[in-house]
Structure formats: structure tokens, C-alpha cells
């Protein structure tokens, strides 16, 4: 009976889809008459290929394949670095170090493409000033920012200054920190700058400025589904428990 009622749920779901989509009548008929093989088809034919050209579909699915085979990524760029010993394989070997956060393995292929490439590149210098940032190499990354020529595109110098935002906080220099996260937020997309700067905020003692992005973090949130969440998952925890804790506490006040 179960059985019997789920495909009948399927079907039913199925002839929804037709008529919603505009899809051909005729698969109408073969859904009611053939509905076991007609199911089938018309999932294989005409639902398959549009979930898998959906992008936030595709998003989710890397993100399932990265969290069972973590380091298929790093093995692939390592076989082709066996391969061909070039500059953009050591690259693709330091981007997959990089991420699955080893980047202390990730900063020598950094540099070292660096010193195979002429005149050098500021996209793998933004990228080496990140590894040694994480390894705790604040100083050296700031002053390789530093040297970093400006991005030609606005959304590129925006990440570069989301770097060097979080690498003035660890050399202690908030208030330039805050300079920089004020002005990104509003372009930056997705929910890292916003928190990370109401993070700062907090911990300089501006709590009603931060409680204000919080707020518009979960605004953004709230106007997302499940799926399209997905990819600042971990922000969106941060900033519902910090908010919460906030309005706890002024409830309590």
C-alpha cells in the first residue's frame, strides 16, 4: 500500500511538472496509462537535465562529492604535476592544498610558481599572502599585500581587501580593519565580510552597529531557501547564535 501511494505520489508530481513547465500534453496521457515506464522516461528525459544545469544543484552536489572523497581534487592536480612539471599544474597542486586548509604545504608551491613566473602574478600573490596569513605569517602577508598591484576588476580588489581586513585585525589595527569591512560588505557577495565584521565589531565594543548587520545577515537569510544557504552555512549558524545571544541579553537588561 505504502509502495502503491508513493508512486502514485510520483505520478501525481510528475503531471504537475507537465503542465507547470509547459512540457508536451502527450506525456499526460503516458503518465495516467503507462505510469510505471512513463515515470521513468519522463524523469530520465525532462526532470534529470534541468536539475543538473540548476547552479545552486550543482553546488550542493560538488560540495557532497567533496565531503566523501576530500583529496580526489589534490590527486588529480598532483597526477598531472607528475605529468607536466609546469607552473599552472604546481598552481592547481597549491590551490587544492589550499583548499582543504594545508596551507603550510600550499605557501612553497605559491612561491615557488612565483619564481618560475616572470615579472610575477598578482592573482598567486593574493593567493600566497592568504597561505601565509593562515599559517599565522601576518607581517609577511601584509607586506606582500602591500606590494600587490591593484586588480583590475572591483569584485578582485574586493576579496584582496576582505584579506587584508582580516590580517589588520591580527596585527592590531582594528579601526583600519573596520574601515575596509565597511565599505566591502556592501559588494561583496555572500555572508563572510558581514560577519566577520560584526565580529569585530562586537569584540571592539560597537554592539548596536553589529547587532545591525547581524540583522541584515539574517534578512539575506531568511530570503534564501535550503539549498541556496547552503554555501555560508556555517556564517548563518554564527550569526543566528550571536544574534540571539544579543537579544537575549538585552532582553535580560
Known amino acids: 500500500m505504502i509502495l502503491y501511494l508513493l508512486i502514485l505520489a510520483i505520478q501525481v ?11 508536451n500534453q502527450l506525456w499526460i496521457m503516458a503518465l495516467v496509462f503507462l505510469p510505471g515506464a512513463s515515470t521513468i522516461a519522463y524523469v530520465l528525459i525532462e526532470v534529470l537535465p534541468r536539475v543538473q544545469g540548476n547552479r545552486h544543484v550543482r553546488t550542493v552536489r560538488a560540495q557532497v562529492e567533496a ?5 580526489r581534487d589534490l590527486r588529480a592536480a598532483r597526477d598531472a604535476l607528475g605529468l607536466a612539471d609546469t607552473v599552472a599544474n604546481r598552481l592547481r597542486v597549491a590551490d587544492a592544498l589550499s583548499a582543504l586548509d594545508r596551507h603550510d604545504e600550499a605557501a612553497p608551491m605559491y612561491r615557488d610558481a612565483l619564481d618560475r613566473t616572470p615579472g610575477g602574478d598578482s592573482r598567486t600573490e593574493a593567493k ?46 582594528p579601526d583600519a580593519a573596520l574601515a575596509l569591512y565597511a565599505d566591502i560588505v556592501t559588494r561583496l557577495p555572500g555572508e563572510e565580510a558581514r560577519c566577520r565584521y560584526a565580529a569585530l565589531l562586537l569584540d571592539q565594543g560597537y554592539e548596536p552597529r553589529a547587532r545591525a548587520v547581524l540583522e541584515e ?5 531568511k530570503r534564501l531557501d535550503r539549498t541556496q ?7 548563518y549558524k554564527w550569526a543566528t547564535e550571536k544574534l540571539r545571544e544579543l537579544r537575549a541579553g538585552q532582553t535580560g537588561a
Open 13 to 23: 508530481a510528475c503531471v504537475v511538472d507537465v503542465i507547470r513547465n509547459g512540457r
Open 128 to 173: 600566497l599572502a592568504r597561505a601565509l596569513f593562515e599559517t599565522g605569517e601576518s607581517a609577511e602577508a601584509r607586506a606582500l599585500l602591500d606590494r600587490i598591484a591593484p586588480p583590475s576588476t572591483q569584485s578582485d580588489r574586493d576579496r584582496l581587501d576582505l584579506l587584508r581586513a582580516r590580517v589588520l585585525t591580527e596585527l592590531d589595527d
Open 67 to 71: 565531503r566523501l572523497d576530500p583529496e
Open 217 to 221: 545577515v539574517e534578512a539575506r537569510m
Open 229 to 235: 544557504r547552503a554555501a555560508d552555512a556555517d556564517m
